[in-house]
Structure formats: structure tokens, C-alpha cells
């Protein structure tokens, strides 16, 4: 057996990536994608589970380790319609997927071992479960090897969105469509995607104002027509003060505004509010129209249905069977979600296109 050196939940020398805050209890760190000490005003009337689930957060360091061990402890998903998700943890090195690792969610403490580092310098990520909430307790590598802070820079993208974005039904945290997207085109993604919780709330929108970004992206549609939290005409409102508030502090920031991806069972059936997804996705496009014509040329449309729609919904790459609600992509989905979102991106010219 290899020795090991440990590095602790708390040294420095660790680098959360995509992580909004840090919450640190005895012996453990764990991730939020909102501020932890004022979850509760985020999402007053509960979810807030959601916000310390960490998708798209990566533990990250740089090491010439020929392994990597973790300790750590994840809670239970929630129970969710369709197909249950479980908890996976991506070792990702130098950009490439190594290994996926099948984690205890039982809320006690565990832990594993990863061979086949390459030996010299590398930056390791460890990409964190999208649907569990975690803590880390340690990170294991081999005893004399050099750890060190990657210290490595890329251009931030915030995106914000409903479970489609947070990761549900992806094969494992590095291969949700926004992680496939942020490493094909060379980003630094911090998600603010929160499943049955993203209904344009002030809060929300004032992180996303209050992070630094040099993209910025939502999708929006589907828990607004689900949970009827708006009327139709306060819909579009609410996505312009939204906008709006991004704007306060990121007034020329490109950011790109998607519609609903397709939702098969829902898409003319009105929700507790009135709304379909078809009027939902015809509202986020009157808002973005009515931004650009008062000045706010930076604002872009993409049409969900153009990135993921009916044909896909056909050829089987929706997670949930016939006969349940089938609202989000399945393992084969998101990597085209990922391509079409991204070529979208680029037509807009909100990120650069390849040469």
C-alpha cells in the first residue's frame, strides 16, 4: 500500500471552484452555490438543500501524485419523479475525465482511492456530486508528492437555471451539459441552477449581479409554468427587473437568455397560473426584444427548442420514461444539449468562435 499525505478539509492550498461560500464545521468544508449564512433569504419557503448541492463545484489543487483519496461525507438525494440520482464524483485531470466514482450518500463518513494519476504536475479536479449534498473531510495523495494551488485563470461564467441546468439526469457531474460547455470553450462556470427554484427571485438575481463574470446565461420558463409563481404579464416583468438587476453592476456583459427546452407533456397545458411552456418561451422572447430595443444590444436570445427539442425529445434522450412528466435530458441528452447551447453561444458571438 502507498503511503500517504494527507491535506486537510481547510488548507489552503485547496481551491473550490465554483463555489459561492464556504461553510466549515467540526472537521468538514462544505460548498454552497449561495451564501450559506443567508440561505434562508434565498429561499424562504424551503429548497435550500438545493443551494448546498454542489453542481458544477470542483475541488481543485495541483499535484505530481500518481493518486488521489478523498474523505468524505453525502447526505441522501431527494426523492425526485422518475429515474433517482446518485451521487458520482468525477476525477478529472488536466481536463480529462479519469474516473467516475460511485459515492456512499448515506450521510456517514467514507471515502476512496483513485489510481492513475500521471505522476508529474497536473491540475486534478475532483468534480462534486450535482444532487447530494457533500462534505470534504480530506484529500489523500501519495506521501512526498507536491501538492499546490491552481492558481490558473479562465473567464467566469455564471449561469442560472431550474434542475435542467443544475445537472439532473447527467451521467456524472463533469458530463451535466453546463460542465461539457464550460470545458469546450475554455470557462470558469459557477452555477446558480436550483431545481424547482428558479423563479426570478430578487435574491437571485442579486448574486448573479454581485459575482464576477464575463458571461452571463439563464434559462428560465419551466418552474415559473410548474409552480405558476408568476402570471403571465408578471412574468415578463419579473425578467426584466431580473436583467435589469444583473445589469447594475454587468452592464455590458454579454448574457444570453434561454427559453424552455422542450417539455413534451406540458407544452400547451396550462400551469397553476395560466402560463404553457409555449407562452413561457414566447415571453422570455418578448423581454429580451424589449431590452435590446431600450439599449441593451449585449442581450441575447436562444431558443430552447433550437438547442433541444422535439426531435431529441423523439429520439429518446429525455431521462424520463413514457408516461411520466418528461422534462429533462437523460445521459445521451446532455452532451447535445451542450453542443447546441454552445454553438448558440457562439452565433451570438458571446463567446469567441474557434479559428
Do not use: K
Not at 480529462?96 to 486534478?124: K, M, Y
Not at 452571463?216 to 415559473?224: D, F, K, P
Not at 424589449?290 to 427548442?305: K, T, V
Not at 435530458?329 to 451570438?348: D, K, M, N
Amino acid at each position: 500500500m502507498t503511503a500517504e499525505h494527507v491535506v486537510a478539509w481547510d488548507d489552503p492550498v485547496l481551491r473550490f471552484r465554483g463555489a459561492v461560500s464556504l461553510q466549515y464545521g467540526p472537521g468538514w468544508v462544505a460548498p454552497w452555490r449561495v451564501p450559506h449564512q443567508e440561505a434562508a433569504l434565498h429561499l424562504p419557503e424551503g429548497g435550500i438543500g438545493r443551494a448546498a448541492m454542489p453542481a458544477g463545484v470542483r475541488v481543485a489543487l495541483r499535484t505530481d501524485s500518481r493518486t488521489i483519496g478523498c474523505r468524505y461525507r453525502a447526505d441522501p438525494a431527494p426523492r425526485l419523479n422518475g429515474p433517482q440520482e446518485v451521487a458520482r464524483l468525477d476525477v478529472v485531470v488536466d481536463g480529462r475525465i479519469i474516473e467516475t466514482v460511485e459515492l456512499r450518500s448515506d450521510g456517514e463518513d467514507a471515502g476512496f482511492t483513485v489510481a492513475g494519476l500521471p505522476g508529474r504536475t497536473a491540475t486534478v479536479e475532483l468534480w462534486l456530486p450535482v444532487y447530494h449534498q457533500f462534505r470534504l473531510r480530506a484529500l489523500l495523495v501519495d506521501e512526498g508528492s507536491t501538492v499546490a494551488y491552481d492558481g490558473s485563470e479562465r473567464p467566469r461564467w455564471v449561469h442560472y437555471g431550474s434542475s435542467v441546468s443544475q445537472g439532473r439526469g447527467a451521467r456524472s457531474p463533469a458530463r451535466a451539459w453546463p460542465a461539457l460547455v464550460a470545458g469546450r470553450a475554455g470557462l470558469d462556470l459557477t452555477s446558480l441552477a436550483l431545481g424547482a427554484a428558479c423563479c426570478l427571485q430578487p435574491m437571485s438575481a442579486r448574486l448573479m449581479r454581485d459575482l464576477p463574470a464575463e458571461l452571463l446565461t439563464a434559462c428560465v420558463g419551466i418552474n415559473v409554468q410548474a409552480l405558476g409563481s408568476h402570471s403571465p404579464a408578471a412574468f415578463t416583468s419579473a425578467l426584466v427587473g431580473f436583467v435589469a438587476t444583473v445589469r447594475e453592476r454587468h452592464p455590458t456583459t454579454p448574457f444570453a437568455l434561454m427559453s424552455t427546452i422542450v417539455a413534451p407533456d406540458r407544452e400547451t397545458v396550462p400551469g397553476p397560473s395560466g402560463l404553457t411552456v409555449v407562452e413561457c418561451r414566447a415571453r422570455v422572447r418578448e423581454a429580451v426584444g424589449l431590452l435590446r430595443r431600450h439599449g441593451d444590444r449585449n442581450l441575447h436570445y436562444i431558443d430552447g427548442l433550437d438547442v433541444f427539442g422535439p426531435r431529441e425529445a423523439g429520439a429518446g434522450l429525455l431521462l424520463e420514461p413514457e408516461g411520466l412528466d418528461r422534462l429533462h435530458p437523460g445521459p445521451a441528452g446532455h452532451p447535445v444539449l451542450a453542443e447546441r447551447f454552445l454553438a448558440a453561444l457562439r452565433r451570438s458571438l458571446c463567446v469567441p468562435v474557434p479559428a
